[in-house]
C-alpha cells in the first residue's frame, strides 16, 4: 500500500485566517516533505522531515510553520498567508531521506482570498 | 549542472495512437535516480518508475515502456495504444546521488482525444 492522505482538499481563506493542513501515511516512512505547486509548473520543495525532525526548510516564509507530530503525520499551519501563496500543496513520503521514491498524496488546494 | 528536460510541452494524440515523451538529464554524478510521475486533473502525484543509474535495462509495463539511454542522457517514456485515461501531465524527475532534492522536468501534458 503506498498511500498518503491529505486532508482537506480544498480549502479557501481570508488573509488573515489561521488554517492547517494535514498529510498522513502509514507505510512506515521516515522521511516526508511538503510541496508547493503553482499552475502549469513543477512541484516546489517546501520542507523535509527526517524521523519526526525537521531537516531541511528552503528558506520558505515564517508564516508556513510545519509541524510533525509523529512519524505517520505532518501538518503545515497557515497563518497570514498572501493571495500568491495560492497554490497545489502537496505531501509526499519516503522510506528514508536518502536514495527511496517519493510518494505523493493527493494534494489540497488552497485558495488565499 | 544537473537538470531535467521535458522538451515537449504540449502533445495531443488520438485514442490508440502511440506516443512518446522525451526526457533528458543532465548531471556530474555516477550514481542518480530517475523517475517518471503522472499527474492527472485530480493533482496527486502518480509515481510510475525509478530507474538507477547503474540499471540500463529497459522496462515494459502493460501499454507503457520507458527506454534509459546514459549515451544520450535519455529516458523516454513510451505509451502504446493510448487511451484518454492516459491524459495528464507527466513529468519526468532526478535525484542525484550528491543531493537530497528532487530534480523536476517542466512537464509535458498528454491529451488523449477520443
Known amino acids: 500500500d503506498t498511500e498518503v492522505t491529505q486532508t482537506p482538499k480544498h480549502l479557501v481563506m481570508g488573509m488573515t485566517n489561521k488554517k492547517s493542513l494535514k498529510c498522513e501515511q502509514h507505510?512506515?516512512?521516515?522521511?516526508m516533505y511538503w510541496y508547493k505547486q503553482k499552475a502549469k509548473k513543477p512541484p516546489e520543495l517546501m520542507f523535509v522531515?527526517?524521523?519526526?525532525?525537521?531537516?531541511i526548510n528552503e528558506s520558505v516564509p515564517s508564516r508556513f510553520s510545519p509541524e510533525c507530530p509523529n512519524s505517520s503525520l505532518l501538518n503545515l499551519h497557515l497563518h497570514a498567508l498572501q493571495p500568491e501563496d495560492s497554490a497545489l500543496y502537496l505531501c509526499?513520503?519516503?522510506?528514508?531521506?536518502?536514495?527511496?521514491?517519493?510518494?505523493f498524496g493527493p494534494g489540497t488546494r488552497l485558495l488565499v482570498l | 549542472a544537473q537538470k531535467v528536460t521535458q522538451a515537449q510541452t504540449e502533445i495531443s494524440v488520438v485514442e490508440k495512437e502511440d506516443v512518446t515523451l522525451d526526457c533528458v538529464y543532465e548531471?556530474?554524478?555516477?550514481?542518480?535516480?530517475l523517475f517518471w510521475y503522472k499527474q492527472p486533473p485530480s493533482g496527486e502525484l502518480v509515481f510510475l518508475i525509478r530507474?538507477?543509474?547503474?540499471?540500463?535495462q529497459n522496462e515494459i509495463s502493460g501499454r507503457y515502456s520507458w527506454n534509459f539511454q546514459k549515451s544520450t542522457s535519455s529516458f523516454n517514456f513510451t505509451i502504446t495504444a493510448s487511451q484518454v485515461v492516459d491524459s495528464a501531465v507527466y513529468f519526468c524527475?532526478?535525484?542525484?546521488?550528491?543531493?537530497?532534492?528532487?530534480?523536476f522536468g517542466s512537464g509535458t501534458r498528454l491529451l488523449v482525444r477520443p
Open positions: 509526499a513520503s519516503s522510506q528514508d531521506p536518502g536514495r527511496e521514491t517519493q510518494y
Open positions: 530507474r538507477n543509474s547503474f540499471d540500463e
Open positions: 522531515y527526517s524521523y519526526e525532525k525537521l531537516s
Open positions: 548531471t556530474r554524478d555516477t550514481t542518480y535516480y
Open positions: 507505510m512506515g516512512h521516515r522521511a
Open positions: 524527475v532526478g535525484r542525484m546521488d550528491s543531493s537530497y532534492k528532487l530534480i
